[in-house]
């Protein structure tokens, strides 16, 4: 019984000369101890799509501003949503065929395009001179830069099985990260002729484009990540011209068969049952928990930076862009240091339902807090402000990891690609509907400061808290269920 079952696990996992994916199974195997030099590389790739998604958000509101779009200062939110919303929608159009690109031609090819479509259109961005050129560069950007998908097969794929979980950590840390020190940047470097009118003058081209050198900076680090992805292991099995191996395997396979034809059938059964992704209910549950968590997760991204350069009288925090550039540079910071060194530990404690579920409920008191600290002066605000906003994109991540993982493990590594892409079209639609719902809801609640319920920000506050309570009774069956092999 052992020596069959030992025919059958050779016959799963031939190794092909020529193929790049059997030459990283080969080398995988072969490695001992935590994967240092994989973790970066798929770190500063995630890191590097990541940065252009929400660094605009410190800068818009003044961006909108000058583009003198707006008739009233309460509808600059309005508008900046749709700039928001952009990206993903265009994500949304292209991720599934992405995922088809990296199924068929590997996940290589469309990880080096989309870092390239980083270094051109995000730069182009920062040159922007009117509010619709500003859409049009964000949609391109999201069309073409369509590599989280296979960046997450990939973290799958290259890393043993004792390490998938901090591969998959990898990719969610990088990218929350990413979401946060974007904006820090953008906080930091925007408007530097005002800010260090010492270094850069009004009439040089940081001076007559204000928001061009947080985009030039986030386009350097993706074209010196562009160059060293070159050198990234492919990790697609690619089994051309792999006749001879077929026939020095046709004895066993013979007889194979004819030992346990019900084994066969049943595996074959099973198999074609598993290219439908559509019905695949363990993928596409996970998938949609990921959606409304992601929608939540980007509406809260652009508000929490509109809440806090708004002015006072409005409910916000009259913070300037280097202001939110240093609560999220602490967030990014204390992120880091949780996911690599915790989150694992509480995947294999809790399990990944587990985690997403506990992550949910806690941020939901969390949240409710925000419109009360916005009361808070001085220190106690700064202090508050930071240890809230740490805790919330913990939490935020620790969701959106445990999702990560769930949707890598119902499906098998030929079907990675397209269900990464499924998933990514599916979240960016919601993403997209994010920015511009949330800056619509957000310059409403700007307008009903003497509101009897929930006035100005808290009915903000309480709708994200709506979205954010749908998503964990989501996760409880018989609606969300794990792959059981």
């Known amino acids: 019984m052992a020596a069959e079952e030992q025919k059958v696990a050779l016959l799963e996992k031939p190794y092909y000369e020529n193929c790049p994916g059997c030459k990283a199974e080969k080398l995988k195997e072969s490695r001992r101890g935590l994967p240092i030099r994989e973790l970066v590389s798929i770190w500063i790739v995630v890191l590097c799509t990541a940065l252009p998604i929400s660094s605009l958000f410190p800068f818009l509101y003044f961006m909108i501003r000058d583009f003198h779009i707006a008739e009233r200062e309460e509808d600059i939110g309005y508008y ?9 929608f265009g994500r949304a159009l292209t991720s599934v065929f992405w995922g088809i690109v990296a199924d068929r031609y590997g996940r290589k090819p469309v990880i080096i395009i989309g870092i390239i479509a980083v270094v051109i259109f995000n730069t182009l961005f920062g040159l ?30 290259i890393f043993r099985e004792e390490y998938q979980a901090l591969g ?50 986030i386009s350097l680090f993706a074209f010196a990540v562009s160059i060293a992805s070159c050198w990234l292991p492919e990790t697609l099995h690619v089994h051309h011209g792999s006749s001879e191996l077929d026939e020095s395997c046709e004895d066993v396979e013979t007889a194979s068969l004819q030992a346990d034809t019900t084994y066969k059938t049943q595996r074959v059964e099973g198999k074609a049952s598993k290219k439908s992704l559509l019905r695949n209910w363990p993928l596409m549950s996970s998938i949609i928990v990921y959606c409304v968590f992601s929608l939540h997760d980007m509406a809260y991204t652009e ?12 409910g916000g925090l009259s ?55 916005a009361m808070l002066t001085g220190l106690s605000l700064s202090t508050v402000l930071n240890c809230a906003s740490v805790a919330k994109n913990v939490l935020s991540t620790s969701i959106i990891t445990s999702l990560f993982l769930l949707q890598n493990k119902a499906v098998d590594q030929d079907q990675r690609g397209a269900a990464n892409g499924i998933a990514m079209t599916a979240m960016s639609l919601f993403k997209a509907a994010g920015p511009a719902g949330g800056g619509t809801i957000f310059s409403w609640a700007q307008k009903r400061q003497d509101a009897a319920f929930l006035p100005g920000d808290q009915m903000v506050f309480f709708i994200l808290n709506v979205v954010e309570a749908i998503g964990v009774l989501m996760t409880f069956k018989p609606f969300l269920v794990e792959r059981r092999d």
């Not at 950007?141 to 590599?147: A, I, K, R, Y």
Request: glycine content about 10%; overall charge positive; some cysteine.
């Open 80 to 88: 900046a949503g749709y700039v928001g919303s952009s990206f993903m």
């Open 128 to 157: 922007s001179v009117n509010f619709w050129m500003a859409i049009a560069m964000r949609f391109l950007l999201g069309s073409l830069n369509g590599l989280l998908g296979p960046i997450k097969a990939y973290a799958t794929e």
């Open 168 to 217: 998959v950590s990898t990719v969610s840390t990088a990218w929350g990260i990413g979401l946060i020190i974007g904006p820090a940047l953008g906080g930091y470097l925007a408007q530097p002729a005002e800010k260090f009118p010492s270094v850069f003058s009004k009439e040089s081209v940081f001076g007559r484009f204000p928001y061009f050198l947080p985009c030039l900076a």
């Open 303 to 314: 508000i929490f930076s509109l809440w806090a350069v708004s002015p006072r009288r409005y």
């Open 319 to 373: 913070y300037t862009t280097e202001d939110v550039g240093t609560v999220l540079a602490i967030s990014g910071a204390s992120l880091l240091i949780f996911q690599t060194c915790l989150y694992p530990y509480f995947n294999r404690l809790l399990g990944s339902v587990v985690v997403a579920r506990v992550s949910g409920v806690l941020s939901i008191p969390l949240l409710s807090s925000f419109p009360f600290i």
